[in-house]
């Protein structure tokens, strides 16, 4: 994975440890996918909960992420990041705003404003540019991020929905969706939300 940090590029070679990592990188520049129609950001904000992602958290982290939306008076998302860690109990792993682009307002700028160790940080989703692929703002949401190199492309693809779990049905829409969008959900890994409890 390869996260900027400060405008130089450092590579966290993760790979050994996790195979699908691989399917991450592409060759050619990061594809371009449709923006949806009309994203409502104020219909976005609130809870969601982290269902299935292509990226790596550290195992210390990995289950039972949650993310809180808000909208602040400049129209931008304040972003906070929750995790059930199995070590310490609950904390915040991050905190950041995203704010939409003129490119178009599914685009978000996300900046990261976190308190969490360099080498924590480094596992995490960084700042940059996450398209909101597709949401019905009721159940799911569909984000994908992608960075440009040489020669190849390297993204992310995170699946969110307003409940830990979700139901079957959903899950084919959201395949669906994804196959449309040429985005492969096999990348797609399940973090370990059994056991999440509601008090955070
Ligand atoms: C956006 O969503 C909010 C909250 O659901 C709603 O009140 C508002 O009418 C929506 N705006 C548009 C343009 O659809
Ligand atoms: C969930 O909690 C139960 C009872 O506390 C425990 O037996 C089980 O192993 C836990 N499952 C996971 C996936 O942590």
Not at 46 to 58: A, D, K, N, Q, T
Not at 103 to 125: A, E, F, G, W
């Amino acid at each position: 994975m390869v996260y900027r940090q400060g405008g130089s590029i450092v590579v966290v070679v993760l790979c050994w440890f996790y195979a699908k990592c691989v399917s991450s990188y592409g060759l050619g520049p990061c594809p371009k996918i449709g923006y949806m129609d009309l994203f409502n950001i104020t219909a976005f904000t609130g809870h969601w909960y982290e269902i299935e992602r292509s990226f790596y958290l550290m195992e210390l982290i990995s289950s039972c992420v949650r993310v809180d939306l808000e909208l602040n008076e400049r129209g931008q998302l304040e972003v906070d990041v929750y995790s059930r860690s199995r070590m310490s109990g609950i904390f915040s792993i991050s905190e950041g705003i995203a704010t939409s682009t003129k490119k178009d307002p599914s685009i978000l700028l996300y900046k990261v404003s976190s308190r969490l160790p360099r080498i924590v940080n480094r596992y995490l989703p960084g700042a940059g540019y996450y398209q909101i692929v597709r949401t019905d703002y009721r159940r799911y949401a569909i984000l994908y991020s992608c960075s440009n190199f040489h020669i190849f492309h390297i993204d992310l693809l995170w699946i969110w929905a307003r409940k830990k779990e979700i139901e079957a049905d959903l899950r084919v829409k959201i395949y669906e969706i994804l196959a449309i969008n040429n985005l492969d959900p096999e990348r797609l890994t399940l973090p370990k939300n059994k056991n999440c409890t509601d008090d955070y």
